[in-house]
């Protein structure tokens, strides 16, 4: 029996998909792994005290929501655009501390991205980004073409 062809597609989508939530799943375990390097980090940032917690905790679980969400089929298109307004988010924050707006330069996040410097890691969250949005993109439209006709 021939299986069905799979269309790039769906392979675009799904390969999107998996990276995101390989991408997650990586960074919210290297935080919870290395957790006084994480909070270290966090305390590094630009942001109030009072946020140092929610952001020590909650970053993980978003992110470790995100990665599961990104593999179940009928989560996918909401994670995908969940996960590309949280890069956004991300990669704005990096572009605004390489403007220099906050006065001084933040120590850098943990994991992989700890041994790239701050124009690096914008780079590569724009990369991220543009992958969220193209599976966002792509998703949306199968989402489409599987949804019944009204007419």
């Known amino acids: 029996m021939k299986s069905p062809a799979i269309s790039p597609t769906t392979v675009l989508a799904e390969g999107a998909a998996w990276l995101l939530?390989?991408?997650?799943?990586?960074?919210?375990?290297?935080?919870?792994?290395?957790?006084?390097?994480?909070l270290r980090a966090v305390k590094g940032q630009v942001f109030q005290d009072w946020m140092t917690v929610?952001?020590?905790?909650?970053?993980?679980?978003?992110?470790?929501?995100?990665?599961?969400?990104?593999?179940?089929?009928?989560?996918r298109r909401a994670a995908l655009g969940i996960s590309f307004i949280l890069m956004a988010v991300f990669t704005g924050y990096v572009a605004l501390v390489l403007t220099g707006i906050f006065g001084r330069i933040p120590c850098s996040c943990g994991g992989i991205l700890?041994?790239?410097?701050?124009?690096?890691?914008?780079i590569v969250n724009l990369v991220l980004t543009a992958i969220a949005a193209i599976g966002w993109i792509v998703q949306s439209h199968l989402t489409k073409l599987k949804q019944p006709n009204p007419l």
């Open 114 to 122: 700890s041994s790239l410097d701050w124009n690096e890691h914008l």
């Open 21 to 38: 939530a390989a991408v997650f799943a990586y960074t919210a375990v290297s935080k919870v792994y290395d957790w006084s390097g994480t």
């Open 54 to 75: 929610p952001l020590l905790y909650g970053l993980p679980i978003l992110e470790i929501s995100l990665a599961v969400m990104l593999l179940l089929p009928k989560t």
